[in-house]
């Protein structure tokens, strides 16, 4: 795990997600439960296998971070269908982390009629010593914010390579996590899209943990 600060907090990055020891809460984003079988029923045929995964990886960060609480920042199911589409054995593993730990669901676009039945409670938004928790960030706010929705990653070349991680992207005192889902895309972090979301802004960097540290990049930078 791979401590920096953030709003005057300690916050710890756990792979994909985002660990807040004060407050023992595991903060994850856009997990799109059952997106595999979502295509399928269109006749893209993806190995149906994505649940599983994005789960065996959250159990793994609860292990890893020792979270008490799980806040999962909204598109928890790639849709509103996605819970009740879940075979035996994920719909087990999900029923099971939902009873060890404290669990929110924050709705998000993808579902803002997830059932009751996933376990824990479910939101359209919630705040945690001061901090907002949404799906998607607000525009123009300025109180203090973690988000999730667009999925950033840096997409850097060096060395002839083309490089390209999941990573939050921060400001002063807003955060939009990477999607920790098995089977989700990415967008560009330094896209117009997610830079203008995060506005207003001094600075904005996208950040992940390598080897054992943090990595800091620069996206954008107020006019001086």
Same mark, same amino acid.
């Given at each position: 795990?791979v401590?920096f600060?953030f709003?005057?907090?300690?916050m710890?990055?756990?792979?994909?997600a985002?660990?807040?020891?004060?407050e023992?809460?595991?903060?994850?984003?856009?997990?799109?439960?059952?997106?595999?079988?979502?295509f399928?029923?269109?006749?893209q045929l993806l190995? !149906?296998?994505? $649940?599983?995964e994005?789960?065996?990886? +959250?159990a793994l *960060?609860?292990r890893?971070?020792?979270?008490? @609480?799980v806040y999962?920042l909204?598109d928890?199911?790639?849709d509103d269908?996605?819970f009740g589409r879940?075979?035996?054995?994920?719909a087990g593993m999900?029923a099971?982390?939902?009873r060890?730990v404290?669990?929110v669901w924050?709705?998000?676009?993808h579902?803002?009629?997830l059932e009751?039945?996933a376990?824990?409670?479910?939101?359209?938004?919630?705040?945690?010593?001061?901090l907002?928790l949404?799906h998607k960030a607000y525009p123009g706010?300025?109180a !203090?914010?973690? $988000?999730?929705?667009f999925h950033?990653? +840096?997409?850097i *070349?060096?060395?002839?390579?083309r490089i390209? @991680?999941?990573?939050a992207v921060?400001?002063?005192?807003?955060?939009?996590?990477?999607?920790?889902?098995?089977?989700?895309?990415?967008?560009?972090a330094?896209?117009?899209e997610?830079?203008?979301?995060?506005?207003?802004a001094r600075?904005?960097?996208?950040?992940?943990p390598?080897?054992?540290?943090?990595?800091q990049y620069?996206?954008?930078?107020?006019?001086a």
């Amino acid at each position: 795990m791979v401590p920096f600060s953030f709003c005057g907090e300690e916050m710890r990055l756990v792979g994909r997600a985002l660990y807040w020891p004060r407050e023992q809460a595991l903060l994850v984003a856009d997990l799109h439960l059952e997106k595999a079988s979502f295509f399928a029923r269109a006749g893209q045929l993806l190995p !149906p296998y994505d $649940s599983r995964e994005t789960l065996e990886r +959250l159990a793994l *960060a609860i292990r890893e971070s020792g979270a008490r @609480r799980v806040y999962a920042l909204g598109d928890n199911f790639h849709d509103d269908g996605g819970f009740g589409r879940l075979e035996p054995h994920a719909a087990g593993m999900l029923a099971a982390l939902t009873r060890a730990v404290e669990w929110v669901w924050i709705t998000g676009n993808h579902d803002p009629s997830l059932e009751k039945a996933a376990g824990g409670d479910v939101v359209e938004e919630a705040k945690l010593s001061g901090l907002i928790l949404r799906h998607k960030a607000y525009p123009g706010e300025i109180a !203090p914010e973690l $988000s999730g929705h667009f999925h950033p990653k +840096l997409m850097i *070349a060096t060395r002839g390579r083309r490089i390209s @991680r999941p990573c939050a992207v921060a400001s002063e005192r807003r955060m939009i996590l990477p999607a920790f889902g098995a089977l989700t895309g990415g967008m560009d972090a330094g896209s117009t899209e997610i830079l203008a979301a995060m506005q207003p802004a001094r600075t904005i960097d996208a950040i992940l943990p390598a080897k054992g540290r943090l990595v800091q990049y620069p996206l954008w930078r107020a006019a001086a």
